[in-house]
């Protein structure tokens, strides 16, 4: 073969292998990807206590009128209003400065944010030094509304060093078509190895249940994050887990919000007593049991919020559709097998202009 | 010898008059048409110009190029290629090709409904000079620059970051553009072409400004009216990022085929 041959197969063999795919799926079990901030902070060296975090950050567009969630007529957002909103959130964050944060809608690679990198760009402005990010949307082009490329997802980030994290693939919903399923999100459990001092096997899990689907998909959702823990408690592991679970506390007193959420216009509004459909995502008995999908892990580990007081008042609801509505259900959760220090548990509800989920705090005792 | 000379003759028919070949500097003779199912309408309209468009996507992006031949020096033939593109009815059509509101849901709309689309036109001229090589290969350089009118309404936030599309309508963004290429073509053997091209796209000032793209084609024909074509587009581009970084590249490997037939 002469040199100008092999030239030619060496940069066709590139340009091939390097080809990307247009809609990326996922292994059952495959690596996160890894991060770590641009200068790292120094770590505490013996934390009796640990601050847990978990938030929904709408990725980064606050309570501005993204199409698909919120009755709004925007699907792409300028880089000056996300950086604002991020503003706002890494504010609140340096504020609080929780040790471990399990974020949930975080974008790293999409057209509607500006394209930027949200993982990096909240390590690179906190005290948080690592991060572990899976893809819940990858894709090149999602061909609706003008959406474009995306990559969004849940994250970890930690003060200590992430040894490895995995991303766990969740059941697609089962309620839609081919077409509709191969362009939409592909959830996950993230689960991550953290380096805590004097902890041989420290996990923190964070994961975010099917919003809008009306078939039992949530059901095997949260199934299989309580599979998750279990499998750590098995192996004597320590883990903090949460996220946006998209399901109401048991023994909350409404689970019907079709009439709370629907848009101006809707001709149609189906509520607990008229039977279905009811609008997606506002409806939270789609299928037998549903109401009370959370209990075996409030009945296994210790919440961030006790369940009584969870579902006493709003003081620890964590979202709404609208800024201008008040928080009204609770759908944000943090559990552990440690235990919780008592009254530590807090919903940060003065975020309202911030995501359309409250943040959640928490205080672990570390053994 | 025979041999050689069959293929030179080919070559002087097939290539030399432009026939079947829309990226060399040579026109099609006076009164051919050829139509391809993806290449553009073409027609000879005088012995030194050519005059095309493209037909389906003429409904919603009006376009019409004129290439005219000027000189002949020696082996070398000199073209220049002048082309109007009128995209805003394309563009309106991506943010809702199905009609619906976003949020309906809005399938296939590649540009969100939130942005206006103003009247804009892109202006592209190119010089085109080709020159044949031994073992009747016909190289051809090109060197172009696109303007556009009208563009300045438009929100960066509304482009198309796909390859092919990206880099061609970054011009309505960014007001000009310029364009570098190369293709070969040549025969195998008496019914078969092969096209083998490069090009590369600039758009100085823009996010995502560059493209390097390469196309290999081999082409049947079937007789003097009708050939197939069958090949591959890759494309090497720069897009648009935020942070960290402000660019990110891709690679594209996309199939080509086409169809085409022609009446003198």
Redesign the interface.
């Known amino acids: 073969m002469d040199k100008t041959r092999w030239l030619f197969f060496v940069i066709m063999a590139w340009?091939?292998t390097?080809?990307?795919p247009l809609i990326t799926t996922f292994d059952d079990v495959e690596s996160a990807v890894l991060y770590r901030a641009?200068n790292t902070t120094s770590t505490p060296a013996n934390n009796s206590t640990l601050q847990v975090m978990t938030w929904n950050i709408r990725f980064g567009i606050g309570r501005l009128p993204f199409?698909?969630d919120s009755c709004?007529?925007?699907?792409?957002?300028?880089?000056n209003e996300v950086m604002t909103t991020l503003d706002s959130i890494v504010a609140k964050i340096n504020s609080l400065d929780p040790d471990i944060v399990l974020f949930q809608e975080i974008d790293t690679?999409s057209?509607r944010?500006?394209?930027?990198?949200q993982v990096?760009?909240i390590l690179?402005h906190t005290n948080l030094n690592y991060g572990a990010f899976a893809s819940m949307w990858k894709s090149?082009?999602i061909?609706?509304?003008?959406?474009?490329?995306i990559d969004a997802g849940n994250a970890v980030l930690s003060k200590w060093k992430i040894e490895s994290a995995d991303r766990i693939q969740l059941p697609l919903r089962g309620d839609q078509d081919g077409l509709t399923q191969l362009f939409y999100l592909r959830r996950n459990i993230l689960k991550a190895k953290i380096t805590i001092p004097n902890q041989d096997s420290f996990y923190a899990v964070v994961t975010h249940s099917t919003a809008f689907a009306t078939d039992n998909t949530k059901q095997k959702h949260i199934d299989s994050f309580i599979d998750e823990l279990e499998r750590l408690e098995s192996s004597n592991s320590f883990f903090v887990g949460g996220g946006d679970l998209n399901s109401i506390p048991p023994g909350a007193l409404s689970h019907d919000f079709c009439e709370t959420d629907q848009c101006a216009g809707d001709t149609q509004v189906h509520v607990n007593l008229d039977g279905g459909p009811h609008r997606e995502g506002s409806y939270f008995n789609n299928f037998d049991n549903e109401p009370n999908l959370l209990e075996p892990l409030y009945n296994s580990y210790a919440p961030a919020i006790p369940l009584d007081i969870a579902i006493a008042g709003s003081t620890h609801t964590t979202h709404s559709t609208d800024s201008s509505f008040p928080w009204d259900r609770k759908l944000d959760y943090i559990f552990t097998n440690l235990n919780v220090v008592e009254n530590s548990g807090t919903t940060h509800q003065d975020t309202r202009l911030l995501s359309d989920h409250a943040p959640v705090t928490c205080l672990v005792t570390i053994p | 010898m025979k041999r050689f000379a069959i293929i030179l003759f080919i070559t002087g028919l097939f290539c030399q008059q432009g026939l079947w070949q829309s990226g060399t500097a040579y026109t099609l003779p006076e009164g051919r048409w050829e139509v391809g199912l993806f290449q553009p309408a073409r027609w000879g309209q005088g012995q030194a110009r050519e005059i095309s468009f493209y037909k389906l996507s003429s409904l919603f992006i009006p376009n019409i190029s004129i290439k005219q031949k000027w000189s002949k020096l020696d082996d070398f033939v000199l073209s220049t290629n002048h082309t109007l593109l009128y995209p805003t009815p394309l563009l309106k059509k991506l943010q809702s090709p199905l009609g619906m509101d976003i949020g309906e849901p809005n399938m296939f709309a590649l540009i969100s409904p939130e942005f206006d689309i103003p009247p804009v036109i892109i202006i592209s001229n190119m010089l085109l000079i080709s020159m044949p090589l031994y073992s009747d290969r016909i190289l051809t350089g090109k060197i172009g620059v696109s303007v556009a009118f009208g563009g300045s309404g438009l929100a960066k936030e509304s482009t198309i970051d796909l390859p092919l599309v990206y880099h061609r309508l970054a011009v309505l963004y960014n007001g000009w553009s310029v364009r570098f290429g190369l293709d070969m073509n040549g025969s195998i053997k008496k019914s078969i072409s092969y096209l083998i091209d490069g090009d590369i796209l600039l758009i100085p000032g823009m996010k995502g400004d560059m493209a390097i793209e390469h196309k290999g084609m081999l082409a049947w024909k079937k007789s003097h009216r009708f050939q197939v074509s069958l090949g591959y587009k890759l494309v090497y581009g720069v897009y648009p990022d935020g942070y960290p970084n402000k660019n990110i590249t891709r690679t594209h490997l996309l199939p080509l085929i086409d169809f085409q037939w022609a009446r003198d």
């Open positions: 340009f091939i390097s080809c990307d641009r199409f698909g709004g007529d925007r699907s792409i957002f300028t880089e690679e057209k944010t500006a394209y930027i990198d990096q760009w690179d090149q082009v061909p609706s509304d003008g959406i474009g490329r």
